[in-house]
């Protein structure tokens, strides 16, 4: 199930951003396109995927493996009440409430699976269940935009901010420092302890982000100093750790760093947007080129090997991860400069964006041609 939800998302994201530059798309449309679409089925399905490991039990149970299914549901009605406002009665209240059972149902079981784990659950874990907290939460806000009309821009921004600094920035953060280890090919051996110190911070700063983009700006100044400790104690540990693998032309690690990178850089700019009033226009698209781009390319050319063939690892997951990380640092460097353009408000940055994950699809058609063992 895990890599139909990549192929998803890796379709949505694509999408998006050639709507952003070549089709007279709304930009609420776009932006429902990629992440309720694309990225939170993909978030969920990816907790289906990681719980088990991260608690040392079975894999997902049916209604477990569901959720993704129904986040997707709830995603698509969102996107056919903006391209088609009216079409389907309340579109916008069932899509919310849809996404609010997913994220809470997702959240009870991986805190069901979490208490039986022999031993505790690994630490990651908490940043999921943090991660479908937020989510919840931006379900609810979408949900009261209907309710509280005169409050509407700030939900708005709430909803907006919950969504992507909380639930994806979250999600994103935790799954990087697991990930990294295994694409370096390098154990990590302070993850666990600096997992279970980060989260607070991580967590506390994604809600006075939200808090602050929604209604007193100050608190996003402090939410970003809180996010950044984080930030700042993975990014040394990477720089230690992992430098000769981030500044290589080939594998999954140059985009996986280019994805903290990108994040690092949306937190400040966010935080600045607050400051100076409200959030740039095409911010969830900035978000899309600069951070889910890289991140989901990078994850996808690392997982996707073990995903279509699991158990024991052979040359041609070897030869796979191979094909679909070549060049991995030319296409973290056209990812940057891509979403920075955007972030400017030039258009050819999404170009750039959008060159490059089309290349990225066309190594993945080619690493799967690899012949079988």
């Not at 697991?178 to 980060?198: E, K, N, Q, W, Y």
């Not at 911010?283 to 699991?310: H, Q, S, W």
């Not at 052979?314 to 973290?332: K, M, N, V």
């Amino acid at each position: 199930m895990f890599p139909i939800f990549i192929l998803f998302a890796l379709l949505a994201l694509a999408a998006t951003l050639a709507l952003s530059v070549f089709v007279d798309v709304s930009p609420a449309a776009r932006a429902h396109l990629a992440f309720a679409v694309g990225i939170m089925p993909l978030i969920l399905a990816a907790f289906d995927y990681f719980v088990p490991v991260l608690t040392r039990s079975d894999r997902a149970s049916t209604p477990a493996r569901a959720l993704p299914w129904l986040a997707l549901a709830a995603g698509l009605l969102a996107l056919a009440q903006f391209v088609a406002p009216g079409a389907i009665p309340y579109a916008l209240a069932a899509s919310a409430l849809g996404a609010l059972i997913a994220a809470s149902a997702s959240a009870a079981w991986m805190l069901w699976h979490g208490a039986r784990a022999v031993g505790g659950p690994h630490p990651c874990l908490r940043w999921y269940v943090a991660a479908a907290f937020c989510l919840a939460g931006a379900a609810g806000a979408a949900l009261a935009m209907g309710l509280w009309p005169d409050h509407y821009v700030a939900l708005k921004r709430l909803h907006l901010h919950l969504n992507t600094i909380g639930f994806v920035g979250l999600a994103a953060i935790g799954t990087l420092q697991v990930l990294m280890p295994t694409v370096a090919g390098r154990p990590d051996a302070a993850v666990t302890d600096r997992l279970s110190m980060d989260l607070p911070p991580a967590f506390l700063g994604s809600l006075l982000i939200a808090a602050g983009a929604s209604w007193q700006v100050e608190l996003a100044w402090i939410g970003l100093a809180f996010w950044l400790v984080p930030i700042v104690r993975l990014g040394a540990a990477w720089w230690r750790l992992y430098r000769a693998a981030i500044f290589s032309w080939h594998g999954s690690a140059p985009t996986l760093a280019g994805a903290l990178a990108g994040f690092t850089v949306l937190l400040a700019a966010d935080a600045l947007q607050s400051r100076f009033g409200g959030t740039m226009a095409n911010a969830p698209f900035v978000f899309i080129a600069l951070f889910l781009v890289p991140l989901v390319t990078g994850a996808a050319a690392a997982l996707l090997p073990a995903l279509l063939r699991p158990g024991v690892q052979t040359a041609w997951h070897t030869a796979f991860r191979a094909r679909a990380g070549r060049y991995s640092g030319l296409r973290a460097i056209l990812f940057l400069m891509g979403g920075l353009a955007a972030m400017l408000g030039r258009d050819e940055g999404f170009v750039l964006t959008l060159l490059a994950l089309v290349l990225f699809v066309a190594q993945i058609q080619r690493a799967l041609t690899v012949p079988k063992d």
